[in-house]
C-alpha cells in the first residue's frame, strides 16, 4: 500500500507540477578559466518570453559550474567574470563571452583576462559558432594585441609605429570581413549567421546583406533577434540597386548649383558624412585617393554633409573648417542648407555615418554600403575602369 502511494505521489508530481520543478527543465553551464581563482561568474539572457535573467556563481580554484532554464529556441548570452579586466583602451569595458543558452550543457574553457577568446563547446548551434570563433581567433587575437600597444595605459609607441600598426590592423579587418561572410553564406541553418548578420550590416553592400538573408534557412528567421535585420532591410530598401538615385538640386561650398542629373555620363559616389563623424574623416584620404585615381576617367565624387549644429552658420563653419582640414577637392555640399525645400538624408534613408552610394552612368544605384570596412567600392570601380 505504501508502494502504490508513493507511485501515485511521484506521478503527480510528474504530470502537473510546473515543469520548472523537472531536473530535464534546466542545463549546465560549467568549465575552467585560468586566473578565475574563487571569484564569481555571472551570465545574462532573455528567456523564452522574452524576459530578461541573469545567474551568477562562485568558483572555486579557477572551476565553476551553474544551472540556467532550458530554452526552446536558442537565446544570446553574454558570459563575464568579476575579475578585473581591460580592453586595450582607458574607456572601453572589457568584451564579454558571446554564447547561447540553448537546451544541452555548454563547457567554457580559456583563460579569464581573456575571456572574449575562451572556447564554448555544447549544443549544436554553440559548436557551430565555435566554428566561426576558431576561423576570426588569430586575427582577432591579434587586433587585440595592437589595441592593447596602441592605447593601454602607460604605453608609449611612436607615431610611425602607430601608422605601422594600424595598417597592420585595418589589413586584418578586411581579411575578415571575407571569413565573416563566407561562414554565413556556408552555414545557411545555424543561428550563429542570424546572431552574426545582426553585427554585419556594415560588412555587405545594402544589395549583399539582402540577398545574403534571403539565402538563409527559414529556421530562425522568425527569431526575436531578426526585427533588427528586418528593420535595417526596410530601410535600405528605399534606394535597391538598379533603381534610379534621387534626384536633387543643391549648391556647393562656393555657391555653384549642383544637379545631379547633369552627371549623366559619368560615375558618381555619394558620400554622406559630417565633421563630427569620426569614421567619415577617417575615409576621406581613400575616398581621396580614389578620387586622382579615376576622376579623368569620368568618375565624381559629391561629397553631403549633415552637421549637428542646429544654427546653420555655425554648421556651415565647421563643415568649411572639415573641408580644409582633409583637403577634399571634390564637390561638396551641405544638407542642412535648404533642408526645407529637400532633405537628402531624409530622401535617400540614411540611417549611420558614413554611407556610400555608388551611381552609375545612367544614374543608376550600383551599391550603398555603411562605413569603410569593405572595399566593394574599389572592386566596382575597378570593374567599370579596368584597372
Known sequence: MKTMKTLFIAAFLHFFLPKAYSQNDSIQI???????????????????AGLSRSYKANANNDAFALKVPRLQNPAIARFDVSISRTSGTNSNPAPKLDLFVFDQDISIKGD????QFADVNGDEENNALAVYKQLVKKGEMRNYEIMQELFSEGKTTSSANKEVLMAEATAINRKLVNVKRDF??????AFASVF????????YTAGDFISTWNSLSPRYKNHPITGKIKAYIKKVSATPDGSDAIGFQKNDKDGRL????????????????????GPCRASNPHLKALY??????GFEIIAIAQEQKKILEEARTAWLKAIEEDGLTYINILNNEGVEKQNLVKDYNII???TK???SNEGKILLRITSSATDDIDRALEKIYGF
Open 357 to 359: 552610394i555608388l551611381v
Open 112 to 115: 579569464a583576462l581573456l575571456l
Open 352 to 354: 549611420a555615418f558614413p
Open 30 to 48: 560549467s568549465g575552467r578559466l585560468k586566473g578565475l581563482g574563487n571569484k564569481s561568474v555571472w551570465i545574462s539572457f532573455a528567456n523564452d
Open 196 to 203: 552574426l548578420l545582426t553585427r554585419m550590416e556594415n560588412l
Open 184 to 189: 554565413v553564406k556556408t552555414h545557411p541553418n
Open 258 to 277: 549642383i544637379n545631379l542629373a547633369d552627371f549623366k555620363g559619368k560615375t558618381v559616389l555619394l558620400d554622406f558624412w559630417g565633421s563630427w563623424c
Open 292 to 297: 586622382t585615381k579615376y576622376k579623368t576617367k
